[in-house]
């Protein structure tokens, strides 16, 4: 139905905007490096302009992730 398609939009955008923030700002790296892998699943310009911003990030291994992550998108994406 429609309601259960507009609650899923929802439950998708709270999920994706929680990794988001756990790419950014999350205390742990592991969870930082896990949310990084998953929001590449999203597909969509907004994955891509968080994961630009983390290619300058201080550590390495996250740059580095988010590079992976950014070159797993679809070219209709990054382009976006």
Do not use: M, W, Y
């Not at 929001?39 to 994961?51: G, I, K, P, R, Y």
């Amino acid at each position: 139905t429609a309601r259960s398609a507009t609650g899923a939009k929802a439950v998708a955008a709270a999920r994706k905007g929680h990794l988001e923030s756990e790419c950014r700002n999350s205390g742990g790296k592991a969870v930082r490096l896990a949310a990084i892998r998953a929001t590449a699943e999203f597909s969509d310009a907004s994955a891509c302009q968080v994961l630009l911003k983390l290619l300058s990030d201080t550590d390495k291994d996250i740059a580095l992730a988010a590079q992976e992550s950014l070159a797993s998108l679809p070219g209709s994406i990054v382009d976006a």
